[in-house]
């Protein structure tokens, strides 16, 4: 038997898949990643005060102008659309399975391909929120000002997209569903991470299924000795299961 035909076997036995997944989701969006030869990281290299500093709570209390000129150049993705994989898993889902998607990417993209369980780990940046009142804003209504900080229309006050910054702990309600998620599903895919990323990566100690699923071009360290492996892009795999 041939891994694709396990993993569509896997896929047909399952009632609850849990979908766990990384930044090489969306890389066939159109949307970097953040560590690799290409990734954002690399891409910012030129920049005085490293990344992981810009993204930081305290840079963006201190320097809101200079983290917002990162933020859109290199986190703010409008055009991106689906791909394959974000497809393929609101297909599954319309076809009577649970599907629970849980997500360290900030974009809306399963949400666009028809997902309605979706976590988000590190927070997602079509939602945003005035600091001072607190009204929330989609992107396509922010509205800066001249040093490029998007205000609220109401006070003025700065409006900040609602993801995870360094320094920040992640959404509780988010958490709270990832983890119920994960121990209720009995199938586990892995997919375009290096979980490289704590306390995200952390999170796969809560699953209490027998087989998991790894796809990612890289190798990486899992915590089942008989899990599923792909070494390969995760487009790839798809096309596999759909031919």
Do not use: W
Request: hydrophobic content about 35%; glycine content about 6%.
């Amino acid at each position: 038997m041939t891994k694709i035909q396990e993993l569509k076997d896997l896929l047909q036995e399952s009632t609850h898949l849990a979908f766990f997944g990384g930044a090489g989701v969306s890389t066939e969006s159109g949307i970097p990643d953040f560590r690799s030869a290409n990734g954002i990281f690399q891409q910012a290299t030129n920049r005085l005060v490293a990344p992981e500093e810009v993204l930081s709570k305290p840079f963006f209390a201190t320097y809101p102008s200079e983290f917002f000129d990162f933020y859109f150049k290199y986190l703010v993705y409008e055009e991106a659309q689906p791909n394959t994989c974000h497809h393929f898993l609101a297909s599954l889902e319309n076809k009577g399975q649970r599907v629970s998607v849980i997500t360290q990417n900030v974009d809306n993209l399963h949400e666009q391909a028809g997902s309605q369980e979706v976590y988000h780990l590190h927070g997602k940046s079509a939602d945003n929120y005035c600091l001072q009142c607190g009204r929330h804003y989609d992107l396509a209504d922010l509205h800066a000002d001249d040093q490029g900080i998007p205000r609220c229309p109401e006070d003025n006050g700065i409006v900040r997209p609602n993801i995870v910054l360094y320094g920040e702990t992640l959404p509780e309600s988010d958490v709270t569903g990832a983890i119920q998620a994960l121990q209720e599903a009995d199938l586990l895919i892995v997919a375009g991470t290096s979980l490289m990323v704590y306390p995200a990566a952390s999170f796969l100690g809560y699953y209490q299924g027998k087989q998991m699923v790894v796809i990612n071009k890289s190798p990486i360290t899992v915590p089942y000795s008989n899990a599923l492996v792909f070494q390969t892009s995760l487009g790839e795999v798809i096309q596999a299961l759909e031919d």
